[in-house]
């Protein structure tokens, strides 16, 4: 079968045939109906010089945002009938620690005994015409499109789940939100917000249109460039937002954050540049909750999909073939995507 392949740091995936998986114990097969594009696919290829986490190791099928139909199962799989559809969780934990109990395998403590992070990432993932995962890791959609559902599993969860965790700054009235960066994940993350909370959501990108996308999800913009923070301060009475999230993640927009959150408020990094911040005792305003968070629980990308199917959130995706999978990549590269680019093995009506 043919799967787009991550074959090294610092070099771009190719398209190659590779060997249809088998399903093992407690797993099962599918025959991938979408794989979500995702700019950490970019980090690993393009940005990293090797692998920061010891469990990236190449080569392995790109494709952590996964949705398929049921194939063919393994040993002691029972449940589930051939050609119905799911979204997959990508992250794979030991399954017998604290953190893999409460279904986060994102922060597994025993890694090492997994040996990779998660589907597509260490282990084979969705960019191929079929894919295994473990059947515990499946979260149905019943008659929901997959295809355009596939985006939820990271860019639907990892906001969902930086929102829900500071919803206490949220709740009440006259409260707001800051959302910086409007790629995939940012544009739901606006979804999410007014969808869980009744905030005021603010919304700035260096990219107008995107900006012009997220006030038609019922957010209020602010220019990117000089003076983002002061017109936050300005359209907040001087307070500053109740909270902020940063799907971006470089020195500037850490700053940006930090300038634009109100005292005993919420800042929380979600892009993964990594870039650094310089923190001093006046640097952030007092009391600010400042974090990072990586993905989420299984049971939240329940509650993500509930979202979907109810219409509260659109991933708003670009469909692509497998064939057409690099030009895919090479678009998220560029910075020419404005959606989330789902690739289709099978077609896509």
């Known amino acids: 079968m043919k799967a787009i392949v991550f074959e090294g740091f610092k070099q771009f995936p190719t398209i190659k045939e590779v060997e249809k998986p088998t399903p093992g114990p407690g797993e ?18 393009h ?18 945002e996964v949705s398929g139909w049921i194939e063919e199962v393994g040993e002691g799989v029972s449940g589930f009938e051939k050609g119905e559809a799911y979204l997959v969780y990508g992250p794979i934990g030991c399954g017998r620690c604290r953190a893999c109990s409460r279904g986060q395998d994102t922060y597994c403590e025993d890694v090492p005994s997994v040996g990779y992070m998660a589907t597509g990432l260490g282990r084979d993932g969705g960019m191929a015409e079929y894919m295994t995962t473990r059947a515990r890791n499946l979260v149905p959609l019943g008659d929901s499109d997959p295809v355009a559902a596939a985006p939820l599993a990271d860019a639907g969860l990892t906001p969902y789940h930086a929102i829900k965790r500071v919803l206490p700054y949220l709740n009440g009235g006259a409260k707001s939100a800051l959302v910086i960066g409007l790629g995939g994940l940012g544009l739901i993350g606006v979804q999410i917000l ?4 009744g905030a005021t959501v603010y919304a700035t990108d260096m990219k107008p249109e995107q900006i012009e996308q997220a006030e038609k999800f019922g957010a209020v913009g602010v220019p990117g460039g ?3 923070a002061e017109k936050i301060m300005e359209l907040t009475g001087g307070k500053g937002v109740d909270a902020v999230f940063d799907f971006v993640g470089v020195t500037p927009t850490i700053q940006l954050a930090a300038a634009s959150v109100k005292r005993q408020g919420a800042v929380t990094i979600i892009g993964v540049a990594g870039h ?11 009391e600010v909750n400042f974090s990072t968070t990586y993905w989420g629980t299984i049971e939240e990308l329940f509650e993500v999909v509930d979202l979907y199917k109810a219409g509260k959130i659109d991933p708003g995706v670009e469909v692509y073939s ?5 030009e895919a990549y090479q678009k998220l590269t560029d910075g020419k995507l404005s959606g989330r680019a789902v690739i289709a093995p099978h077609g896509h009506k």
């Open 276 to 286: 650094p911040f310089e923190w001093s005792f006046y640097t952030v305003p007092y």
């Open 28 to 45: 099962v097969l599918l025959k991938v109906a979408g794989s979500g594009a995702c700019h950490s696919d970019v980090a690993l290829f």
């Open 194 to 197: 007014k969808a869980l909370t």
């Open 322 to 326: 497998l064939e057409d999978g690099l």
């Open 47 to 64: 940005d990293y010089e090797g692998d920061p986490t010891g469990f990236l190791t190449p080569p392995f099928t790109l494709g952590h």
């Open 226 to 228: 000089e003076g983002q």
